[in-house]
């Protein structure tokens, strides 16, 4: 009895070392004991009341602003700038072109020609380009390199066609050769001009003009203006010459490169500048260079009237300011300019300044 009782106690004890060596070593580890106890599963009669809906709390801090649609904006205004400032520059040249007086005495040609009106119909006119409003004249005019290439289309009451215009001149001081005047209709059919003596004898007449004192003191800058400001030298002679003789007056024809205190941004004129100083930098420092040969003329009364983009309009009215003063436009006509320099004979209003003169 008393051998089982103390076998029985034995195990008891074993087994308690047992229990407590596995505590011990579970709560050292950190490892949940498995509970011994029954689970007892609690039976509902009815479906449970729904509880209340609380809202989502907001975050504390603002979630940073994606950089995405920045960039894409910049980009796109980018390139609506480039865009708009290209297209301007397309239709500042262009008008440049269709003002010359080449162009114009050309056109004048083709309109009083009455082998061209038997076969395109009278009258002739020159259709508008679409998205300019104005004609489109390809190619290029240039009277100190000696070449001039034009091509563009003309209209008639019967059909249409294009005209091809090119002349060169071999030698300084020579007259101007015509290569090619003809136009071709929309049939095919090829109708050479025979105005070409005409054209000849008037290019005699105005070319000596237009090269006057345009002597090239070095390589042309894309063939548009001579280095080494040569109508500012000649001013400069000019200018030496009156003082001699006491004249006083000057009326000096300027463009917006030159520059005056009183001017303002304005895109529009940023634009001119920045493609001439690009593309003809000899002609930007020309004009530069003839600001400063009568500014530093105190005793004389000039008048530097600078002009915007040249065009032959026989309506409208001019007016005289600065530079993004809210008044002045990119273009005037031929005719108004040539009011205005009668009215500041007359006037002398704008001594000793440089106003812009523009179509209003």
């Known amino acids: 009895m008393l051998g089982s009782y103390g076998r029985f106690r034995e195990s008891s004890m074993a087994l308690s070392r047992y229990i407590n060596t596995k505590q011990r070593v579970c709560m050292q580890f950190g490892v949940r004991q498995e509970s011994t106890t029954p689970v007892e599963r609690t039976r509902f009669s009815s479906p449970a009341r729904p509880g209340p809906i609380h809202p989502r ?25 480039f865009t708009g400032w290209g297209a301007f520059l397309l239709y500042a040249t262009n008008m440049e072109r269709l003002s010359s007086s080449v162009t114009v005495h050309v056109i004048r040609t083709l309109k009083n020609n009455p082998e061209l009106q038997a076969h395109l119909g009278h009258p002739i006119k020159l259709p508008p380009a679409v998205g300019f409003g104005d004609p489109w004249i390809s190619g290029s005019i240039n009277i100190p390199a000696g070449h001039v290439d034009l091509s ?36 095919g059919e090829t109708i050479s001009l025979s105005s070409v003596v005409t054209l000849i004898s008037y290019w005699q007449r105005h070319i000596p003009l237009a090269r006057f004192n345009l002597h090239h003191n070095g390589p042309p800058v894309l063939g548009i203006h001579p ?134």
């Open 57 to 81: 709390p907001l975050p504390k801090t603002d979630l940073p602003e994606s950089r995405r649609y920045g960039r894409l904006g910049i980009f796109a205004a980018a390139v609506l700038g």
């Open 152 to 187: 563009f289309r003309v209209q008639g009451s019967k059909m249409g066609g294009t005209v091809y215009f090119t002349s060169i001149r071999k030698e300084k001081g020579l007259p101007f050769t015509i290569l090619r005047f003809k136009v071709i209709a929309d049939n």
């Open 227 to 360: 280095s080494g400001h040569p109508i500012a030298k000649g001013y400069e002679n000019v200018i030496r010459v009156a003082r001699e003789h006491g004249v006083k007056r000057f009326l000096i024809l300027g463009t917006a490169s030159i520059t005056d205190e009183n001017d303002q941004f304005d895109a529009r004129f940023k634009a001119l500048v920045f493609a001439v100083k690009y593309f003809a930098p000899h002609a930007y420092e020309e004009m530069v260079e003839i600001g400063n040969v009568f500014n530093k003329a105190d005793e004389l009364d000039w008048t530097i009237a600078r002009i915007p983009v040249l065009v032959d309009r026989k309506d409208g009215n001019y007016a005289a300011g600065y530079i993004g003063d809210g008044i002045t436009a990119p273009l005037l006509s031929r005719p108004l300019f040539a009011k205005f320099v009668f009215d500041e004979v007359d006037a002398a209003v704008w001594v000793h300044k440089r106003p812009l003169v523009s179509l209003v």
